[in-house]
């Protein structure tokens, strides 16, 4: 068989960061220098062999390579497999993903120079990377699956850095645990399909099963339980509403980790595994419309939760939210293709951001946006790359995100008028917020940063200073896919790449609406001009604004966050749960559980110790035993006659 | 090769081992002419040799392991002579051993915690080479359970754990309360007996014959009792040795009191009796009773899982949380076990060995945490990961393994626990996938109480995990787990093999129960 890439070079690209985790771990743990430098080289090797591999893929016209799947182990009907699945949207999210990673770790080498755990976190940051780059070359559920889990570890190290800090520690219990209540979904799914269709095959649940569901041989609830369980896999893990609230706390986790895991990969994972398994989601009209919805409303609620922000950190983890949100619904409308595209961009400039955030506080030591300002002048790299970055995520035309965000909401146009308005709105609220950050970061007037904890190393703030070099490389490179990385999409080029993968064939062409167009522009327009006015101009001022009876309210809401995290923290999980049902069971299981079994013992010696009296050897007892019973005896019969 | 007894020699391997430890004298005397070229005290010598013999069980079950014929159905390296014949009164009872493919991974974790529990307890001074004959003692016991072929043999090796178990949770363990709980695992654990006894009896005056090879084929109509309530009467014993919802309560207690190789054992392989006994005796004995009983044993085996988990989620006691997780894993070998089939018969008996692996590994990490602060209390801890990095890693690594991580042998045995069951009982499986999410909570909770979060200075003179004794057993089992994780094939193979006559034999019992059912309408 002549392969277009060898199934070997495929594997490479996973196994590179796996050993190169192994290496620091067994190895390297006290040469954090070399550990750093690993790491970047074999990422960089990845990132070579996923160029190579996309750009045979699009020779192939996107359509899957055929690599025969593995056995891994049996259990009678059960036959696990290991396989390779490469086609037109693992190869781009391959270059993606070691794209961004490849930048981040090189970052890495200057942000966090000097930490004193800087070799476990470039382990953990090859471990991640693998994960990820498992998860999309996984040819099955249950392999895509055991990568999921495995992402989710990663995101849970690397969250918990910082294990000294206990915030860093708590968010990342709930980062995982979260997470953890979608994926039940997912593996409620998992177990549903193998149960019904018998297979977990991608390629086969893609094209087979759903064929059978359309000819009635499987149930139309079936496929929508499946799709329903991938959905809630999706929202766990990509962070949609009512399961976002873990995403905003895994901030405390550090930058670069924010810029990969939180932002441009782990989080697009749920993104992915519902374009991978796009034909089972169309094939549900249900899981759909539930998909669509609950991305229009994670749409705008996180874009506005995004405005009411102190946090710069903070602001990028709504927008995140809010951003994925927009490629969940577009796959609900069936815009397969621009979400993916989308899903693309989104890496790029929200990556960027993240580094840019990180290159300010690196600077401050301080993420807090009311304690920046006026660094435009101190770190100019920062701020352009910055600034290009917001722009892209805004929609301005021509930057990359201009050209995602349009053919989603011209999708959305054709498919349906609400969710077009919602996506206009969130699109508004985008780009106020990202004024907003720009102005309070960047401009106005410089407000000291912060000290660096006691014991923690950090720059001195009150001297803010441009990153080092290590550092606005990575940025520069970033801002240049964040102007042009959406070029792909004349001609339709990006469309057919990943259109490719699909079973079904679908026509590939750029989409353009100048109605559409003139509408998202002038609105972000609008909404920055007010942003501007707000924060940089100052009138009118945005703490008047902020305190007036008809805003107020509204402003504490967000502030709060819309009480999610009292309710689901505090009240379902603190309360009902551990203060409720866990600890009436626990009493239960120590009062009567255990009580039953004390209480035989008691019992049987209470028992015993009356017995005794039966054998003390004492004539007179038994005399007068025999006599009490003789009577009672006596009784019984007399009155019972 | 085939006559030569080697079943019997690794049995009894240890407990002539244990004899020896008995006949060293404690110290140096002027009279000690044969022992005097023996180096070190009495701990010294009662450790080195305790670790010679279970290094030497090690090896023979290894080499057995790795010898077993894959290709072959049934029982390898028999060893057989009649012991009781009693033709005339119509039962015979054998001395009887057999390895097959259930029993052979089993009897390999047993040889390998045990090692571990030797290593272990390397600083042990009370009493030394008492301590460590004992534990020989229980190793013996519990590889005769492991490849007992007839009922009373089993029986007799059954019981016999209970001797060196009470002694070493009573003498040796921590707390005032370790008398309470010492004979409270004893009586409840005779309880149990009790009944197998007579649920033995009937089956073996039944048959003819005590051996399990003759009972399987023999026609068992004849019974004293109805075989639902032999049945009934042998699964409390082992429900009460896994254990289930709600004959759980010993566990805790004793785990808590037990020293830390003690818990290794009694979680790592006393447990698995339980799971084994159900598999190899009550599923393929009385199969027909057993296709009966599958919602039953699923429904218990659901509200183990989630009842255990939600108890464990309370526990303030670092062991006694691991003890309380055990009762919801030990759920999903029933869970398995329910399944009927090959694939939740083979995930149940997998989990029985990666289940021994992980808890074996975190009781061991857990002990090793208590050896340095001499404190269970999870909120008397914090920040160890600070001093003892290595040690925080280890117990890390080991609560993912147990909340079920993909890529180590949990995952492996609880997604096959879950396919064959779902297959069979699909709320009750469902039920039980809340598991898995309880069990995120409860250890990682635990995690980011004990080994995050500031710096504690009471702990900063705590060594970490340096000696040999100590990180040669920790890195054992991570290994271990690793490699099933991701290669589960070296045991789930002989397990599948292993299980397959068993299915096939629940699966003709329940087809002969429907067609009674439809020839009757």
Redesign the interface.
Known sequence: MNQPVAEGLVWLIFFLPVASFFLITLFLRGRPREAGLLTVGAIGVALVVSIYALVQVIGEGGHAVGFSTHALFSAGDLIVNVGARLDGLTAVMLVVVSGVSLLVQVYSLGYMHGDGGFARYYAFMSFFTAAMLGLILADNLLMLFVFWELVGAASYFLIGFWFHRPAAAAAAKKAFIVTRLGDLGLLAALILIWDRAGTLEIAAINTEVVELVGLGVLGQTMLTLFALGLVAGAIGKSAQFPLHIWLPDAMEGPTPVSALVHSATMVAAGVYLLARFFPVLDASQFASDFITWIGVVTAVGAALLAVAQTDIKRVLAYSTISQLAYMMFALGIGAYAAAVFHLMTHAFFKSLLFLGAGSASHATNTFDMTRMGGLRRVMPITYITFVIGALSLAGVIPLAGFWSKDEILIDAWKYNRAVFAFGLLAAGLTAFYMVRAIALTFHGDYKGGEEPAPGEHGADPAHPHEAPRVMTIPLCILAVLAVAAGWVTFGGEFQSWVLGALPEAHEAKFLWDTGVFIGSTLLAGVAAAAAIALYIRRSPDPARLRAHPAVAPLHRLLERKYYADVLAEDLLVRRVFYGGLAKAAHTFDVLVVDGVVNGAARGTFVVGWFGKFAQNGQAQTAAAALLAGGVVIFGAVVLLQ | MNDFPILSILIFLPIAGALLLALIPGQRVPTDRFFAWVPGDQQARAKWLALAVSAATLVISLVLFIDFDHGRPGFQYTDTFTWIDADDVGFTVRYAFGLDGLSAPLVLLTTFLTTVAVLISWRIDLRPKEYFAWLLVLETSVLGVFTALDLLVFFLFWELELIPMFLLISTWGHGDRRHYSAI?FV??TVFGSAFMLVGFLILGATAGSFDMRDIRGADLAGAVLPLQAVFAFILIAFAVKLPV??L???LPDAHTDAPTAVSVILAGVLLKMGGYGVLRLLFTLMPDVGADADLALAIIAAVSIV?GA??T??QTDLKRLVAYSSVSHMGFVLLGVSAL????L??AA?QLVTHGLITGLLFVVVGLVYDRTHTREIADMR?M??YMPLLATATVFAG?ASLG???LAG??AE??I???A??QHEAP??VA??G??LA??YM??A??RT?????DERWSHLPDIGAWWEAAPVLALVAAIVLLGV???IV??L??AAV?PI?DGLALAADSAEAAVAGGA
């Open positions: 409270k009586l409840y919802v709600p759980h309560t010993w009842y939600i108890i989620i309370r089939g090959v694939t939740g083979s995930g997998m920040g990961a600070h993912f991580l993909p890529a995952f492996v997604i096959t879950f396919l064959g779902f297959a499986t469902a996938l809340l898995v999410l995120a909570g990682l909770y995690l980011q080994m995050f979060g500031p710096r290669y589960p094939s789930m193979d397990f599948e397959a299915a």
